[in-house]
């Protein structure tokens, strides 16, 4: 990754005005200059190799998602494809800008995609979770929350933080100015801040959920699929190793831009073993242990749009029958006998009365007569 390029200033020994601690370098073979040069974007030289080879590797766990997809019908992997395709992305921009370094513009790429990359996995992890809930639960919820409201609620928040991270990033664009460049730190790392602990938060519900199914085993509501096990082992491992990345980012940013204290960002090798490493084994993990082989069937996922909306309106015309037939039966019992409400007593009544109506007219006639 392009880590950003901040160029300090220092005091003068002979005056009380700040003065450049770098200068503008002459660049040599595919526009390398060193670290502390002015028009430098990069903490080290990237390697193109290395480069070469994460995107490769995360071009194949890509292509294996989107197959999967497709195979197991589950329109919602589109969120983890997004994820891994920019980590791609951020690779391949990375191995063009190690050999045309003064792109800032390739810098600036390369470091936004693989930035902001993992909170599209994190957000899979949600999704997926929502959805096993609703799968696997009778009561299709956790602590009151619904399984649908889960995946939502927290994708949201996961924007947020996409959001106020994207922000930070973008302000950490290479040239940037030493303020600009400390304040995008500072925005960035509380985006990342919150993004954990909404993790935190995420990772109680998890729990709670592996917990009710255990218990859910010891009763005739047993699910019949046992591999919910191994895609909760996997979601876990996936925000594991999530927050390893977070760490490592929360480190390289706030322990200052100084080599002899801080070598995370002077090192490629810390990004590649603290950054892509991990979300290449999350991308790969959910690849072996993909959702769609545990999650089958009609309740496998949420209802679309159109089944929804006949549910709403299945559930309004039974609202409105409902309200009609309690009106009915108010006015019925208007019209009823004082002495008895059912129909057979209300039947036997009206055959009295005709009774007691046609012995009226006979004696009334025979009267007359």
């Known amino acids: 990754m392009a880590t950003p390029t901040i160029h300090t200033s220092v005091a003068s020994t002979t005056t009380s005005t700040a003065t450049p601690s770098c200068t503008t370098a002459v660049p040599g073979k595919y526009g390398r200059v060193p670290a502390t040069a ?9 390697s ?8 490769v590797l995360f071009a194949i766990i890509t292509v ?7 195979s197991f019908r589950k329109g919602f992997c589109w969120v983890i494809i997004m994820g ?23 810098a600036l790429v390369s470091q936004l995609l693989i930035l902001l990359a993992p909170l599209w996995i994190n957000a899979y992890v949600y999704m997926t979770t929502g959805r096993m809930i609703w799968a696997f639960l009778p009561e299709k919820k956790i602590w009151k929350v619904k399984a649908m409201s889960i995946g ?3 994708v949201w928040l ?7 991270q994207g922000m930070g990033g973008a302000m950490l664009s290479p040239g940037s100015s030493p303020k600009t460049a400390k304040i995008g ?11 954990q602990f909404f993790i935190c938060l995420f990772i109680t519900l998890i729990i709670r959920f592996h917990y009710e199914m255990l218990q859910l085993e010891k009763t005739s509501f047993a699910p019949t699929n046992k591999k919910w096990k191994w895609l909760t082992y996997a979601l876990y491992a996936t925000l594991a190793l999530i927050t390893t990345r977070i760490i490592y980012r929360l480190l390289e940013f706030s322990r200052g831009v100084n080599p002899s204290t801080n070598p995370l960002p002077f090192h490629e090798g810390y990004m590649l073993a603290l950054d892509a490493t991990p979300m290449f084994l999350a991308g790969l993990i959910l690849c ?5 082989m545990v999650l089958v069937g009609p309740e496998s996922d949420f209802p679309s749009r159109k089944e929804k909306k006949a549910i709403r309106k299945a559930n309004k015309e039974a609202k409105k029958a409902k309200k009609a037939e309690k009106k009915l039966g108010q006015e019925n019992t208007a019209y009823s006998p004082v002495y008895d409400h059912s129909s057979t007593n209300l039947v036997q009544d009206i055959e009295m009365q005709n009774r007691h109506e046609g012995e009226f007219y006979q004696e009334t006639t025979y009267l007359r007569a």
């Open 38 to 46: 002015c028009n430098s974007y990069y903490n080290y030289d990237p």
């Open 48 to 55: 193109f190799e290395a480069a070469i080879a994460f995107s």
């Open 64 to 70: 294996i998602q989107t197959v999967e997809a497709f």
């Open 84 to 106: 891994l395709s920019w980590e791609t992305g951020s690779f391949i921009t990375q191995a063009l800008g190690s050999h045309h370094q003064q792109s800032s513009a390739l």
């Open 152 to 154: 939502k609620y927290f």
């Open 158 to 164: 996961d924007i947020i933080s996409f959001l106020v």
């Open 185 to 195: 730190m500072d925005i960035y790392m509380a985006g990342v801040g919150v993004q």
């Open 288 to 292: 072996i242990i993909h959702p769609g």
